[in-house]
């Protein structure tokens, strides 16, 4: 039996296939798997945002996002997601911005909330009002022990779509990054390994006009920007493939506790091994000396970079397509919204 779908993004990230959020390219997957499956996958998100099913666009403020702009694209969204409720039958909604408890229906209807960032980085009202209807659901294990006391969460790890990326054997000498350009992200240390190992670096990723994300880039990415250090922007589909097949390593030098890391998966299916920080998912994703190295600072990093090459691009894309399928998370979410959909009402017989 076919489902519907009701899928809600973050109110200031658009939908495409360019797009730097996780939380993003994991709503896209599933977008897409749904409507491959034959089921119907309806989308709101940003206006500009691209789908494979019925996009609902909400209109929010552009430019510098600061608390008022979240304010009124809060508001926008709860206005539409009421709306589209009383216009189309659902028979899940599944929900992934950090501020989800904003615009939470008013209703019992049957909603699963996937946990993009770390915990803590939610605000306690996420978790304390919440009805029995909500499914929680952590993207790793790590983060799932991680859940506030009394909470309880499902796990449906992330995956990628193997499909898109391919092992190269003509790797050349750059290393990349790629991620949103925040101080999180930590790719001024990517910089200081990339220096200290004497390699080009290229940086790929959005930098979103949040003020501090904004500051970060000017101050700390910008000044350092030369013919061997490139920041080239947002890059998708056969460009990100490319970028990361011709790579040495992927570095993700990341300060926060990293839940998931699609791009390191995205790395390892194109053969490509990851030199990352130990931080949250990422000591699940990679198995050290063996699809990549895992290390404590930028000093370390540096020193592992020329090591990449003793790793076996084969062994890489093997462990990805064992274990990083997007098809394999999407199975894994189709399967939870059947066990939440309420059966259909069979109309009782009228006995004459």
Request: proline share 6%; charged share 20%.
């Amino acid at each position: 039996m076919s489902l519907t779908v009701l899928s809600v993004g973050f109110p200031l990230a658009r939908l495409s296939t360019r797009t730097a959020g996780g939380a993003e390219q994991v709503l896209a997957m599933l977008d897409e798997a749904l409507v491959r499956g034959g089921h119907k996958s309806i989308v709101l998100a940003p206006t500009g945002s691209a789908c494979s099913g019925l996009l609902i666009p909400a209109q929010v403020p552009v430019g510098v996002l600061d608390e008022n702009a979240k304010r009124q694209a809060r508001s926008v969204f709860k206005k539409l997601l009421d709306r589209t409720l009383r216009d189309y039958r659902i028979d899940v909604i599944h929900m992934h911005g950090l501020d989800f408890y904003e615009y939470l229906p008013d209703c019992d209807m049957p909603i699963v909330v996937s946990l993009h960032l770390p915990l803590i980085w939610y605000s306690p009202e996420a978790f304390r009002f919440v009805k029995p209807s909500v499914s929680f659901v952590c993207v790793s294990e790590s983060q799932a022990k991680t859940a506030p006391a009394g909470v309880r969460v499902r796990v449906v790890p992330n995956g990628v779509d193997l499909h898109s990326f391919h092992v190269s054997r003509r790797k050349s000498g750059y290393a990349v990054v790629m991620s949103r350009v925040c101080p999180e992200k930590g790719l001024h240390l990517a910089i200081d390994a990339a220096e200290k190992a004497d390699v080009d670096l290229t940086i790929a990723g959005s930098v979103f006009e949040y003020p501090e994300h904004r500051k970060y880039y000017d101050s700390m990415i910008a000044p350092r920007l030369n013919s061997r250090i490139r920041f080239i922007g947002p890059v998708g589909a056969a460009r990100k493939a490319h970028l990361l097949a011709g790579a040495r390593c992927l570095l993700v030098p990341s300060l926060a506790p990293e839940t998931s890391s699609l791009v390191a998966m995205e790395a390892l299916a194109s053969g490509t091994p990851v030199i990352a920080f130990r931080s949250g998912a990422l000591t699940e994703i990679l198995a050290n000396g063996r699809t990549g190295f895992l290390v404590n600072d930028a000093e370390q990093m540096a020193h592992t970079i020329p090591r990449a090459g003793a790793i076996s691009w084969d062994e890489c894309r093997r462990v990805a397509e064992q274990r990083f399928s997007s098809d394999r998370m999407a199975a894994q979410y189709f399967d939870l919204y059947r066990s939440l959909r309420r059966p259909e009402k069979i109309p009782e017989l009228q006995v004459a």
